[in-house]
């Protein structure tokens, strides 16, 4: 068919009407995940094969470090969007911890993912199961510089205890605490930690928690997490609630990425119908209505348009 004058002006007035940001967007960019064994690396496969089903964008699945190397990687590449965890974020917003004398402008947030957990792992026969017996021992905590040692090492200042810090990546970890070379195991993720779900089916082990005191000392060193519950025989062996500390982790962007661009990722993270069998679980948190418990990192505008029309205000940057 051919398009007369006439017809072609009428054409290109009506698209004048319609939002830059609503119209369908192309868009390939690398997703920054982690290493095996961490629990962002199947969320960020399972939110890859969502996007890239349902849109027109192109999401390139990354394994890395962790939240420390995608919030630096995000920051520095407009064509990058990355998995962190909410604490590292504020790290990297205000410019301390790993981050010190480096502030990060540019990191925006696209949608939430899921709560991360903080538990520890002992095997029965050790009879460690607090805190507090955990003083002088080996304790893994997750890669050097992580969010997870910056916590555990959080936890020793405020309650005056020494650890024995290993690092190392969490399948690195899984493996040393089966094989006896370490006496415990701190790790965060989203509930049940899958780590911790292995060893305990593979090994007599007690996973536990913080004590209530505990926890208000974490919350007064570390404003952004929030206290958190595991239920009853969430693992083998658990006969009863495990209290301890949590934080969200969001998904970030930088704050150039067109808002076209965000506004479609955002929008087809959050209407996946299958989000949580792609996740392998962990997507029942990612969900608009937990959008607002971020409130360290401001959402990138093209998010916050989308989040608005499904009833949700967040503030904006």
């Known amino acids: 068919m051919r398009l007369s004058r006439r017809n072609f002006a009428g ?25 095996p064994g961490s629990g962002f690396l199947p969320y960020g496969q399972g939110i890859a094969e969502a996007v890239n089903r349902d849109s027109t964008m192109r999401l390139t699945v990354k394994e890395t470090k962790g939240s420390i190397e995608n919030l630096s990687g995000v920051e520095a590449n407009v064509a990058a969007i990355g998995t962190a965890f909410l604490g590292s974020a504020y790290e990297a917003i205000n410019g301390i911890g790993p981050f010190a004398g480096r502030t990060h402008v540019n990191l925006r947030a696209i949608a939430p993912m899921y709560e991360t957990s903080f538990q520890i792992a002992a095997r029965t026969a050790s009879g460690l199961s607090t805190v507090a017996a955990l003083a002088g021992k080996r304790v893994g905590v997750g890669p050097a510089g992580g969010p997870a040692e910056a916590f555990f090492k959080g936890l020793g200042e405020v309650t005056g205890l020494a650890f024995t810090i290993v690092n190392g990546t969490s399948a690195e970890l899984e493996a040393a605490y089966l094989a006896g070379t370490i006496d415990a195991f701190w790790q965060g993720a989203s509930i049940p930690i899958p780590a911790l779900q ?22 007064k060193r570390f404003p952004y997490l929030l206290p958190g519950e595991v239920a009853p ?17 969001i998904i970030v962007a930088h704050k150039a990425l067109e808002v076209a661009t965000a506004y479609a990722l955002t929008r087809a993270i959050l209407t996946a119908p299958d989000i949580v069998a792609l996740t392998k679980g962990a997507g029942v948190g990612t969900k608009a209505a937990h959008a607002p418990l971020n409130t360290v990192v401001p959402y990138h505008a093209g998010a916050a348009r989308y989040l608005a029309e499904a009833g949700v205000r967040v503030a904006a940057g």
């Open 198 to 219: 292995r060893m305990a089916n593979q090994t007599d082990t007690v996973v536990f928690g913080l004590t209530d005191s505990e926890i208000a000392l974490m919350l």
């Open 233 to 249: 025989a969430t693992y083998r062996g658990q006969s009863s609630a495990i209290r301890s500390v949590a934080a969200w982790n």
């Open 11 to 35: 054409l290109a007035a009506t698209a004048a009407f319609v939002p830059q940001w609503a119209r369908a967007q192309t868009a390939a960019l690398d997703f920054l995940t982690a290493g």
